[in-house]
């Protein structure tokens, strides 16, 4: 696993054509921005480490996309070797033959410093195009990169495909891939979470990134869209609540490439009040929201009935918590 260097979180890398959707990616998914107002956004121009205060703080390199990488200008071996996952964005609604040469020629020059990376693109845009299209589009850019590839002689690289849009929960999800493949803690988190479930007799829990709305690990039973969609929703109303009423989480500053310094998370990380919120839904199911540290929230989906032991939630939420810190230090 490629880390920051005196980090312990993942570097994440974010390049693709100018306007394929980078900015507006970043801004959604780290900066809360709504959707539309990606329209006005600037394009990318140059290379911008994105400070992201989430407790993973994965960095988004958000690379222009006119880079030439044999002009010399760049350390490669810097941008690449300490990299966990290069995301590639490619616009899904423009023509992507010239993105693909790019995204080809990337994935050879980074097989020189990092043959580890993890290459992970994103079909963009998608929200324009119909289900068929979509996927016709995939297969398309699949057929088209393992070729050429292959043809190189480069036909070991493991690339893996999401198809995205900022306009519904797909970016999210796909960044919850990303970001758990880069997670050497992700079995010992599912199987507290599993644990947890269990005990309390819980439908579905998740634990998120709160800034993001990224989940970092879920219990093993399946994601349905409905239940991460109404996680992350709720989110964002709790969110929206303590921003007006609750503590300070503070604000994340902008470094660029050549200030490359890293934070660590500090202990204080863990000291913060403990917040949960309840709510009841019409279809008899309970949602339960419990911060887990500054970054880090519980979310669990529960019948009513399961809800009434309230204590014993409440107990195994505090060994669950207790267990994650052990963990976390465990890996610092
Ligand atoms: P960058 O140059 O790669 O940073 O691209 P921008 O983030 O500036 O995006 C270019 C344009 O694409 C903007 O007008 C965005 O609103 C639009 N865009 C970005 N993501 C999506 C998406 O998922 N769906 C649609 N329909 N448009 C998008």
Redesign the pocket.
């Known amino acids: 696993i490629s880390r920051v260097r005196g980090s312990p979180r993942p570097r994440l890398l974010l390049q ?13 998914v780290f900066h809360k921005m709504p ?11 140059r290379i911008q480490k994105e400070p992201v205060n989430s407790f993973m703080d994965f960095q988004v390199w ?1 690379f ?2 006119q880079i030439d990488y044999n002009d010399g200008t760049f350390d490669l071996e810097a941008i690449f070797s300490d990299t966990g996952a290069l995301i590639y ?1 490619i ?1 899904a ?1 423009d023509e992507y033959l010239e993105a693909l040469t790019r995204l080809h020629q990337t994935i050879i020059t980074i097989q020189r410093f990092n043959p580890a990376i993890n290459i992970e693109v994103f079909i ?5 195009l119909s289900d068929d299209f979509k996927l016709d589009t995939q297969r398309d850019i699949v057929q088209r990169t393992t070729d050429e590839l292959a043809d190189l002689g480069y036909d070991g690289v493991h690339i893996n495909y999401h198809l ?4 519904d929960h797909s ?1 999210f999800e796909a960044f919850s891939k990303v970001i758990q493949k880069l997670l050497p803690e992700l079995g010992t988190l599912e199987n507290l979470l599993n644990g947890l479930v269990s005990n309390c007799r819980i439908e579905k829990a998740f634990l998120f990134d709160v800034l993001s709305k990224i989940y970092v690990a879920t219990d093993s039973s399946p994601v349905d869209v409905q239940s991460y969609e109404i996680c992350s929703d709720y989110i964002d109303v709790v969110l929206d609540m303590t921003e007006i009423y609750g503590y300070d989480r503070g604000e994340a500053e902008v470094t660029t490439v050549e200030e490359n310094k890293s934070s660590t998370g500090s202990t204080d990380d863990w000291s913060l009040p403990d917040q949960s919120s309840v709510m009841k839904l019409q279809n008899g199911m309970v949602l339960f929201l419990r911060e887990i540290n500054k970054f880090l929230a519980l979310i669990c989906i529960m019948r009513k009935e399961s809800f009434e032991k309230r204590g014993l939630i409440d107990y195994n939420v505090q060994v669950f918590q207790q267990a994650l810190e052990r963990v976390f230090e465990l890996h610092r």
């Open positions: 693709g054509q100018r306007r394929s959707g980078k900015s507006s990616i970043s801004s959604v959707p539309t107002e990606t329209l006005f956004l600037e394009s990318t121009t958000d222009p996309g964005v616009d609604q963009h845009k998608v929200d324009g995205t849009s900022i306009y970016i």
